[in-house]
């Protein structure tokens, strides 16, 4: 378990190179599907108008709405949304970069920056009408119509207007938070591949066309975008200051072609399964692993309504599922630990001659049938497990909400550090239990074991209480193995 703790502390490190998203250097082509007499020249890429009169012209006033579980601030001005919070987290969706720079979800962007800058920054007639909130726009021969129709999660957005041309909605950044090694950025579905995209690999604006069933901004926990059919996605490449450093953020537009659905919160399982919006979740590159393992948990959750059951019951049918391998490597440490003083008289013997040594060592492992591999090869083949479960339980927002006993959160650290302690002293205490023969050896594992108690205290702790049942089901086995399987 030690060895796989080791492997575990190498992904936390490398995480960030060895799962960074491709660069995406090509446009994705375009799709077949016909596309309307008027909209044959697609907008031109939209214009922010940053460093002009944008971030100067703030919503003064704004206009409050609750919608079942969300809270949402609209702005007459421009008819964009200024404020959207998930209130089950107090999770605003609109960021102090939008914020900062005045720039706010639906805004509208046609290519032409005197029209842009009528739509978005000039003032909306705002009606509530049953559930749906109705914004309206008109100057001269030029009117608009934002309807928004609010249903338990999610909005249907469409637009109506006599503009006769495409343009593109805005979705805003994405949200900030923690990302703990999670994707966070501009995210779309095209031609059935989901494509993420990171920052660092954008140059400028770059146009996504295609087949796109969905497009917008996400972070570990929060999605807020679009889905229908999509024709065409800019992504736009955009530097602030913030805390007195630069710092690059992206800005993502997607081009209207129909009603839409708009939708901005967590991303449960549950809602993004019903949408068929369920790729929204990272799965990472142990995709294949790591997908089966978060629906079994799912269904176990939604069956028992509790989180804690549902890692216990995973970690126990893993346990089960590699008991012959951990069969096979306790019974070999066994053997190991009979022959120990054997080992030793040898090590003695041929202390200035290690070929000597390692030549006889083999013998005696042939002897008594010890196979050096067989401690590591149950490990290793656990090791895309381990670290498809720890994918899982890092992007399962539903832990947000659910705690336990002390811990308020199953996604956030141990605020007092018992779950990390009572974990280090389960390594602990399974080293005493099947101690190595090498002295050495011991001492490492146990200095080991007070270093990745220091380790995990700042992991979330749905990740520490698996790490815990599972070293004291890893006992319990040991204790099965040879106090009743090979009593005699």
């Known amino acids: 378990m030690t060895l796989i703790a080791f492997f575990l502390l190498g992904y936390e490190i490398l995480s960030p190179y060895l799962f960074k998203p491709a660069p995406q250097e090509k446009v994705v082509q375009k799709t077949e599907k016909e596309v309307k007499p008027e909209e044959k020249t697609p907008p031109s890429t939209p214009q922010l108008m940053l460093g002009t009169r944008r971030e100067k012209l703030k919503p003064a006033e704004t206009l409050k709405y609750q919608l079942g579980d969300f809270s949402v601030e609209v702005s007459p001005v421009g008819g964009r949304i200024v404020s959207f919070v998930d209130r089950q987290f107090g999770f605003d969706l609109i960021t102090d970069a939008e914020r900062k720079l005045g720039v706010f979800p639906l805004e509208i962007y046609t290519g032409d920056p005197s029209l842009d800058y009528d739509l978005n920054f000039g003032n909306y007639r705002v009606e509530r009408e049953g559930d749906s909130l109705v914004m309206t726009y008109q100057k001269g021969d030029i009117k608009l119509v934002k309807r928004l129709l609010f249903r338990d999660y999610y909005i249907k957005l469409s637009v109506e207007s006599n503009l006769k041309r495409s343009f593109y909605i805005l979705v805003g950044t994405h949200p900030f938070e923690k ?3 999670t994707h966070e950025g501009p995210v779309l579905k095209i031609n059935g591949e989901v494509l993420r995209i990171d920052v660092g690999d954008l140059k400028g604006k770059q146009l996504y066309e295609g087949r796109i069933e969905f ?6 926990y929060f999605f807020k975008g679009f889905k229908g059919n999509i024709e065409r996605v800019v992504v736009d490449k955009v530097s602030y200051r913030s805390d007195g450093e630069e710092k690059f953020i992206t800005f993502t537009y997607v081009g209207y072609s129909e009603p839409m659905t708009l939708y901005m919160g967590a991303k449960y399982y549950s809602r993004l399964r019903e949408m068929g919006l369920a790729d929204l979740l ?3 590159m142990l995709k294949i692993i790591v997908k089966p393992l978060f629906i079994f948990m799912y269904w176990v959750y939604e069956h028992t309504g509790s989180w804690i059951l549902s890692i216990v019951i995973l970690t126990f049918l893993l346990r089960l599922i590699f008991f012959p391998l951990n069969y096979k490597s306790t019974t070999s440490m066994m053997k190991l630990q009979e022959a120990a003083p054997r080992l030793e008289k040898i090590r003695k013997k041929y202390k200035d001659d290690p070929a000597k040594m390692q030549e006889e060592m083999m013998k005696l492992y042939s002897e008594i049938g010890f196979n050096p591999m067989s401690g590591c090869l149950p490990i290793l083949v656990q090791i895309p497990v381990f670290f498809a479960l720890y994918k899982v339980l890092i992007i399962t927002v539903d832990l947000k909400l659910s705690g336990m006993l002390w811990i308020p959160s199953l996604a956030d650290k141990d605020p007092f550090y018992i779950l990390p302690v009572v974990m280090g002293l389960t390594m602990i205490l399974q080293q005493k239990l099947t101690p190595n023969p090498d002295p050495k050896q011991n001492l490492i594992m146990y200095i080991s074991a007070v270093a990745f ?7 979330p702790s749905g ?10 089901l890893n006992i319990g086995q040991n204790y099965l193995i040879k106090n009743v399987i ?3």
């Open 282 to 284: 990272d799965w990472g």
């Open 179 to 181: 990302s703990f090694y």
């Open 215 to 220: 497009a917008g901004e996400e972070s570990r």
């Open 463 to 472: 990740l520490v209480l698996y790490w815990t049942v599972n070293n004291i």
């Open 453 to 459: 108690t220091f380790l995990f205290a700042s992991f």
């Open 486 to 488: 090979l009593k005699k």
